[in-house]
């Protein structure tokens, strides 16, 4: 089993910086996973943000409207992924999820929702002066 918990969302102005962290617990060893960051707006759909293979290149996928902006990464154990969130803009408002699956090694990994079988409570993150 997996158990994911979120943590790091406030309130910040446009333009600061945010991160978040996801403690992952997993009774999966020896496996890569793809572990990755999902944000829902107000009436909008889940979208994926990053993801990041666990396998040995940490391969990483990031949506085009957070490139540049986002990036994310875990600890040596694989036991915290972090999403690190700059030049943060209102439309960055949302939900923030974090996401686990088993993968193929240093496959990249989907930003689509419907590829992730484990999922967090979320964190809310808002943009707004």
């Known amino acids: 089993q997996v158990r994911l918990v979120e943590s790091g969302g406030d309130s910040v102005l446009p333009g600061g910086s945010l991160t978040l962290s996801c403690a992952v617990s997993?009774?999966?060893?020896?496996?890569?996973?793809?572990m990755g960051w999902f944000r829902q707006g107000a009436g909008e759909e889940r979208e994926g943000v990053a993801t990041l293979n666990t396998g040995h290149r940490r391969t990483t996928k990031l949506a085009d409207s957070v490139k540049g902006r986002f990036n994310i990464s875990t600890d040596n154990t694989k036991a915290t992924l972090y999403l690190q969130m700059d030049s943060l803009r209102p439309e960055d408002t949302a939900m923030y999820y974090c996401?686990?699956?088993?993968?193929?090694?240093?496959?990249?990994?989907?930003?689509?929702?419907?590829?992730?079988?484990?999922w967090g409570q979320g964190t809310q993150v808002t943009v707004a002066s």
């Open positions: 996401a686990y699956a088993l993968a193929a090694p240093n496959a990249e990994c989907a930003l689509r929702p419907e590829a992730y079988r484990f």
């Open positions: 997993s009774t999966y060893t020896g496996v890569a996973t793809c």
